[in-house]
């Protein structure tokens, strides 16, 4: 029930059309109940003295008008509730689950995210179109035809109705057993969903190295899974309406029993019978449909728990009560004992403290694993810390809102993310409002207007999913390009010039001179000359800060981590072997 009141608050807005719905199936009830009332003047007085034929037909007529009106307004607007329902209700989960942390989306995959919004979703708009509406419908045209039956003799209609209440255990017992199967089901379609997501994703490495017998064989075994539970909720499902034909037929049969002997008696008409009869007889349609209408408010349950459980998680990094806009960079940013731990236990940082003042470019170097990037994602709160304040002109991060720290941090990362539009709304993403001028301003500074210009459609070009159909230099460019038109006083690039060919990195090297400079720069680098001209390097070593200092004085310190760093990537710029073990990387 807790599930129904909140699906209810979401159908609250939409109360008139609702309204509306339950009027069209009132009157489509009671233009039901009138077409078979006609039955006993039909028999009592049309058929045997053709009295009162035009006025029957004319009833006839006029009901089944007003029923088929009544049926269509009913369904139409029932459904326009439910998608209604369902257009706010997945918005409301689209919107939480963007506002989660990364570390939401480091334990949740993306397939159980996209069957959550699609496929429960889903669910719950069939519950409250399709079955909801057959309840309301069905149930209301049950209580007319039982009305008429009580109408014509009490005690036959109790005679029908003495199997009602065989029906409710079992009928309960299914309705538990669906949705327990149901959310089952559900967990297999959210498992099946991110393989087919991960093995679309990856399938570069999948052809690579030959992975679709592997990744065919997840996928039917998970396949297999999904439908072995699918079939248990049909067999739930389809098991009511036989049950009520049964009970439906024993009905029958002490409806004749009993009928007869009030027609021998006088005390009922053959119209009467007949009318009764057909009342029995057209129970069983709306029967039949609620006998189904169990099964599918319990999958409505089970898919909404599961999308109320997704609503339910609290992001770590959210704004508090107290929080309060973030004003422009001015002094400094400051890292004091800030430690950091994904939650396995071992620390990530461990009290890492130093201070980047206002316009500096600071390199973080270190080995693999030593915390470099997670630094850098502490700054825009994509994680929270776990120990210490990260302080932006004295102010902790944690009392600012998302919305302006963010707008003031421009990011540019090795794995460049690009959506499947077009080139000019992938620089503009960052400035909604920017002009097609300012979008080519910012592009010619990216060294990204010479190769666009050459496309057939210029900026107005399609570039796939993840920008497929560009290379790797011009989609660093475009990111480049994107970052230079939010324009933001501090700038995080995480090794944005790896893996480029030489010609790409020259480009893309003077477009990132372009974009740090007057900024507040955090740069994750392997290159050497981005490393050199760096104010200052702050060199990590399994999650501690081991030295900080300028490029030549780090090189002349003794026992120097970042010197021998420098050493290993410069023989292997040299051409020569270095010996070193195979966690270890060069600065950066």
Known sequence: ?????????????????????????????AASGGLLYLFKPIIDDVLPARTGLAWVTSAIIGLSVCKGLAAYFSVYLMTDVGERLVRDLRSRLFGHILAQSAGFFARTSTGALMSRITHDVGRIQHAVAQTLGDLLRESVTLLVYAGILLYLDTGLALVCMTGAPLVVYPLARLGQRVRRTTRRGQEELEHLSHITAEAFAGHRIVKAFAGEPYERQRFDRASGRLYRTNMKVTSSVSALPPLMEWLGAFGIVGVLWYGSREIAAGDLTSGDFGLFIGAVLSMYGPIRKLSRVSAGIQQAIAAAERVFETLDTRSEAADRATARPL????????????????????????????????????????????????????????????????????????????????????????????????????????????????????????????????????????????????????????????????????????????????ESEHLVQDALARLMLNRTAFVIAHRLSTVRRADRIVVLDRGRVRETGRHEELLAAPDSLYAKLYSLQLLGVRGETPRRTATQEVPG
């Open 327 to 502: 004003p422009p960079l001015q002094r400094s940013i400051e890292f004091r004992e800030v430690s950091f731990s994904y939650g396995d236990g071992g620390k990530v940082l461990d009290r890492v403290s130093f201070e980047v003042r206002a316009g500096e470019v600071v390199a973080l170097v270190g080995l693999s694993g030593a915390g470099k990037t997670t630094l850098v994602n502490l700054v825009p709160r994509f994680y929270e810390v776990t120990g210490g304040t990260i302080a932006i002109d004295g102010v902790d991060i944690r009392n600012a809102t998302l919305e302006s720290l963010r707008s003031q941090i421009g990011i540019v990362t090795q794995d460049t993310v690009l959506f499947d539009d077009t080139i000019g709304n992938n620089i503009a993403y960052a400035l909604p409002t920017a002009s097609r001028e300012m979008v080519e301003a910012a592009a010619r500074a990216a060294h990204a207007h010479e190769f666009v210009e050459m496309l057939p459609e210029g900026y107005d070009t399609l570039i796939g999913d993840r920008g497929q159909r560009l290379s790797g230099g011009q989609r660093q460019r475009v990111a480049i390009a994107r970052a230079l038109l939010r324009n933001s006083p501090i700038l995080i690039l995480d090794e944005a010039t790896s893996a480029l060919d030489a």
């Open 1 to 29: 029930m807790s599930q129904l009141r909140r699906l209810y608050r979401y159908g609250y807005p939409h109360r008139g059309r609702f309204w509306g719905a339950a009027m069209a199936m009132l009157a489509y009830a």
